[in-house]
């Protein structure tokens, strides 16, 4: 087989395009004996890989995301894969960098195209010098557009070669990683180290097997591929601490654990399947359960008598499963029993988009129930606050014995992120239930107090013991219908979440304090929403903008903050509505009577990008995105010109 490479140089062009600090050398026509291998430091690179689910591109992504964040580098993931058992188009995106990574990249540095139709959906995405590394012996590209690096490598039949016939093409996913790690001068030892650890509890065959996929591509003759090597520049970490690496779902999981959480119930359904895994994995570690229930009615009714049982409890889903559960979380309310629930959000309604990101469950959150049933509702901006939003939330649900909400959603829980070592000496908590007997005259609904149970079996002095029941009740936790009583236990349970409200830190604002423009977001838009003020500042503008983890109650002191600007743009991945305003634009325009506050949303299941925030927010002042947009930007009423002809179909996998 001929292994000699084609290579096509884009005029003007160099050969690989990461943002570097050098300036890169011109790239090798094919045969060429001479090349400068000398690595070249850079401090920033987008690399896309694109291919089907079932090549293992995550893993090959995955592998690389953990080896950035073992080598003390920011990092961010982004993929999608597709929502059929059967598999098909797929994507892995890494952003690895010596500074800050805050988004996981507008536009790639270096795509791999496994197939043909890798590199027709994703052509576009590729950065005009950017280098386009596929496989030759299935894409065929069109060299005559000369605005990229073209790199054939025949990785289909290497790999067969290396492995045997017996092996097909299974490895061509390791194989890559090998050649990207000899291209980037990464860790080769870390590396190896990772892929034992992988594969470590299945046969050593398999190990010994990717290992040999990876050799061979590590040693295939990359000089003859691309006149330079890359290197990330590495600066030292100042907080001291070691960088672990985890993904969204991970970080939830082990922030419930670090938070006390013991026991939860839950149904499997993705995005939030991966959570329950962990859950019943480690939970019997620290003495406690996780229980797969029957149906999603049956697991929350099960977390619900754990925390009965004084024993903070968890349960989670994605937005169908929650809308089953809807009925015993308002018994929660209406009984004050603390419990968390979890929504991973993906897109619906329905069955909708399985395995996209959106934000389109807030409303669900906050009003989903029968009759007045307040809720708690944080979310989480990023992985790292994943981690931190569970301890959170089981501070608020144990304080004000009430359900609280996690939104994630699939971005978040999908992501791969790098983030300093929580100190677990200073935040674990012992979730033992306190049996001290009580004092005579104890009322869980006392009126002027804000709901504390005590775990059965306390011993109470006066033999007077109270009831926990779905039905209204006084303040024993007796049945009644009084007028009265249901009116004063209704403002009970909705006052404890004003008190809450009061305690709330107001939000820190970044970029300019005041302005013409405060972008507002929440969730997983916390990124790409900053990237966006950092370009609009440095093109002149006067942006903000501010990021809600405590969604409802919101934090006291906002309107004194959007007083500020001249405008207030919410940034939400969800529809604009009947009225032309995202599902937090209209409860901020409800909460604060503001005409100001408008919104840019989009619903086409994938994440933001820098530049189409700057698109929608700011029209006709930036580069167009290259791609897909559904969503035109706002004009002054809020509305959204849609353009019906733009709204084609989208490649799935294509982001």
């Not at 677990?424 to 005259?441: C, I, N, Q, Y």
Request: proline fraction near 6%; glycine fraction near 12%; aromatic fraction near 8%.
């Amino acid at each position: 087989m001929n292994e000699t490479p084609v290579v096509k140089q884009a005029e003007g062009g160099s050969a690989a395009s990461p943002t570097s600090t050098a300036t890169p050398a011109s790239g090798a026509s094919p045969g060429s004996d001479r090349a400068d291998l000398r690595p070249e430091n850079i401090q920033d690179a987008v690399i896309r890989l694109a291919g089907n689910s079932q090549d293992g591109i995550q893993t090959a992504g995955a592998f690389l995301a953990r080896l950035a964040g073992r080598s003390d580098h920011d990092v961010m993931t982004y993929m999608t894969i597709p929502a059929t058992i059967s598999g098909g188009p797929s994507i892995f995106q890494v952003r690895i960098g010596s500074g800050e990574v805050l988004s996981a990249g507008d536009e790639a540095d270096f795509l791999v195209a496994f197939y043909q139709h890798s590199y027709q959906d994703h052509l576009d995405f590729l950065r005009e010098g950017g280098v386009l590394l596929y496989d030759s012996d299935n894409v065929e590209p069109n060299l005559d557009d000369k605005r990229f690096v073209y790199v054939g490598v025949p990785i289909t039949g290497l790999t067969v070669e290396a492995l045997g016939g017996t092996a097909k093409d299974k490895g061509k996913n390791i194989f890559v990683l090998g050649l990207i790690s000899k291209i980037f001068n990464l860790d080769v030892e870390k590396l190896k180290k990772l892929i034992t650890e992988k594969f470590g509890g299945k046969d050593q065959s398999i190990v010994n097997t990717a290992l040999m996929a990876f050799q061979a591509g590590y040693a295939y003759p990359v000089g003859n591929v691309l006149t330079k090597h890359y290197r990330f520049e590495h600066f030292p970490k100042t907080s001291g601490r070691a960088q672990i690496t985890m993904d969204g779902n991970q970080a939830l999981a082990y922030g419930l654990i670090a938070a006390g959480v013991r026991y939860g119930a839950g149904y499997p359904i993705t995005p939030w399947s991966s959570i329950m895994e962990t859950l019943r994995r480690e939970l019997p570690k620290y003495g406690g359960i996780f229980v797969q229930a029957e149906d999603e009615l049956g697991a929350v009714s099960l977390a619900l008598g754990f925390s009965y049982s004084g024993y903070l409890a968890v349960t989670g889903s994605a937005g169908p499963g929650i809308s089953l559960k809807a009925e015993a979380i308002g018994w929660a309310s209406m009984a004050e029993i603390p419990l968390i629930v979890c929504n991973i959000q993906r897109g619906g309604p329905s069955t909708g988009l399985p395995t996209n990101v959106e934000q389109s469950d807030l409303h669900q959150a906050i009003f989903g129930s029968h009759g007045d049933s307040p809720r708690v509702v944080l979310a989480a901006a990023s992985v790292e606050d994943c981690f931190y939003i569970a301890i959170e939330a089981a501070r608020i649900a144990r304080k004000y014995s009430t359900p609280v909400f996690i939104l994630s959603d699939t971005s978040l829980a999908t992501r791969i992120e790098a983030f300093d070592e929580p100190d677990l000496s200073k935040l674990m908590v012992d979730p033992k239930p306190d049996l001290t007997p009580r004092e005579g005259g104890f009322k869980p609904y006392d009126l002027e107090r804000i709901t504390q149970h005590i775990p059965p079996g306390t011993r109470i002095l006066d033999g007077k013991y109270p009831l926990i029941g779905g039905l209204e009740h006084d303040e024993m936790g007796h049945p009644t219908g009084s007028p009265k009583l249901h009116m004063a236990m209704t403002a009970k349970r909705r006052n404890k979440l004003r008190k809450l409200a009061e305690e709330i830190p107001v939000p820190e604002v970044y970029g300019d304090q005041e302005g013409d423009t405060l972008l507002v977001g929440w969730g997983s838009t916390y990124g790409p929403i900053h990237d966006a003020v950092k370009m609009g500042r440095e093109h002149g503008e006067k942006i903000g903008a501010l990021h809600l983890r405590h969604v409802h109650p919101l934090p006291n002191g906002l309107e004194k903050i959007f007083a500020k600007f001249k405008r207030v743009v919410t940034v939400e991945m969800n529809d604009q509505g009947l009225y032309g305003y995202g599902q937090l634009g209209t409860i901020l325009r409800a909460r604060y009577c503001e005409p100001k506050i408008q919104s840019v949303t989009k619903t086409d299941g994938l994440t933001f990008r820098v530049k189409e925030i700057l698109q929608g927010v700011f029209p006709g002042k930036f580069v167009s995105v290259r791609g897909y947009s559904p969503n035109r930007p706002v004009s002054g009423n809020g509305e959204q010109d849609v353009d019906v002809a733009r709204a084609e179909s989208i490649a799935q996998g294509a982001g």
